[in-house]
Each structure stands twice: as structure tokens, then as C-alpha cells.
């Protein structure tokens, strides 16, 4: 099975990428800061199932028949960094709120709709296929054998940090709406801000290497 310093290892890659923003992070506090932490939880279910997707189709060889077929890869790039275009159109549009800006005029959404949103988010998303892809089979002991056990367990890791992560970010992001809300000119400064940010990943996952 995988030794102790390759998982280790692996966790700490894995903690660097959940901590670097990206569109689940934005997506989940918005959410949040929308709808209130239940939401914000759901949300992250969402988010997590779209890691175990990809860490099945990883294990058994199936992300590998998308990055042997560029036009398969390159549709499903194209579809996320239009998502991303979108939830940046979202942020700016008239009379949108800033992600932290609480309102409690919205409808509440069943469950279903924030678990579904989640899951899309990470799910058009190809750089999470790319890094299950390249990334995991580097913590793979071949002589272990049991390729299919380390690398679930080690898929299993990724996602056990993710949701470590994400619960504190859900967790601290209603403190974070309350600093908002008192100041106005700051809500409309990061409305900006979080669609140049969505912008700049569309851009990235479009065109980046």
C-alpha cells in the first residue's frame, strides 16, 4: 500500500491546493454568505462528489481515454471557462450583491440545487482531472501492487483535506460578511475584484497549458 511518507506528502500538495483560490472556494462562499451555512455545507457535498468522480474515472483509467481525445478535453475545458464567465457576469451585473453581502430576501433552494451547482462547479472544471491524471500516479508505489487501492486511498486524502479546508473557510465566511456589511465601499470594490478573478480563471483554464 501507499508508505506513510508518500501520503504525507500527498496530503501537504493536496492542502496547497485547496488553498489556493479558485472557483470552488468562490462558489461555496457565495453560497454561504446567500443562503446560510446549511447551504454553504451542501454546497460542499457538491463540491466533494465531483472529487470522488474524478478520483473513479482517475483509478480506473478513464481520464486518461479524455486526454488521449483533444476535442473530449477541449469541450469540457471550453464549457468551464464559460461557467466561469458567467458566475463573473453574476458578480457585476446591475443590482447584484457582493458574495458577502448578506440578504435574506432570497428564496431558499432545496437541497438538490446547491448539491447540483457544487458538483457542476468542480466538475467543468479540467484541471482537477489533469492534476488526479499527473499528479496522483507520482505517490504510486508499483512495486506495492494493489494500484487501485493506493489510489483510492490517496483520492481519499485529497477530498478528506478539501473538506477540512472548506468547513473552516464556511465556518469563518459569516464573520466575513459581517465586516462587509458596515462597509459599503468595500462590497462594491470586491464585486469588481471577484469578477476579475473568475475572469482571469476562465482565461486560464482556456488557454492555460
Known amino acids: 500500500m501507499v508508505t506513510a511518507a508518500n501520503l504525507g506528502a500527498f496530503a501537504l500538495v493536496s492542502l496547497g491546493m485547496v488553498l489556493t483560490p479558485g472557483p470552488n472556494m468562490i462558489y461555496l462562499i457565495s453560497r454561504l454568505i446567500l443562503q446560510g451555512r446549511m447551504a454553504g455545507f451542501i454546497s460542499l457535498s457538491g463540491v466533494l462528489a465531483g472529487f470522488v468522480f474524478y478520483m473513479l474515472c482517475a483509478a480506473f483509467g478513464l481520464t486518461a481515454i479524455i ?40 428564496p431558499i433552494d432545496p437541497p438538490g440545487r446547491p448539491f447540483a451547482m457544487g458538483f457542476l462547479t468542480n466538475l467543468l472544471n479540467p484541471k482537477i482531472a489533469l492534476l488526479y491524471l499527473s499528479l496522483l500516479p507520482q505517490f504510486l508505489d508499483v512495486t506495492a501492487g494493489h494500484m487501485l487501492g493506493q489510489s483510492l486511498l490517496l483520492g481519499s486524502t485529497q477530498i478528506a483535506v478539501s473538506f477540512a479546508v472548506n468547513s473552516v473557510i464556511i465556518l469563518a465566511a459569516a464573520r466575513i460578511s459581517d465586516w462587509f456589511a458596515t462597509r459599503p465601499g468595500w462590497v462594491r470594490a470586491q464585486r469588481w475584484i471577484m469578477a476579475s478573478i473568475l475572469a482571469l480563471l476562465a482565461l486560464n483554464v482556456a488557454f492555460g497549458d
Open 67 to 106: 486526454f488521449a481525445v483533444p476535442f473530449a478535453y477541449r469541450t469540457i475545458q471550453l464549457a468551464g471557462a464559460a461557467y466561469l464567465l458567467y458566475l463573473a457576469w453574476q458578480s457585476i451585473r446591475p443590482n447584484s450583491g457582493s458574495v458577502f453581502q448578506p440578504r435574506h430576501d432570497l
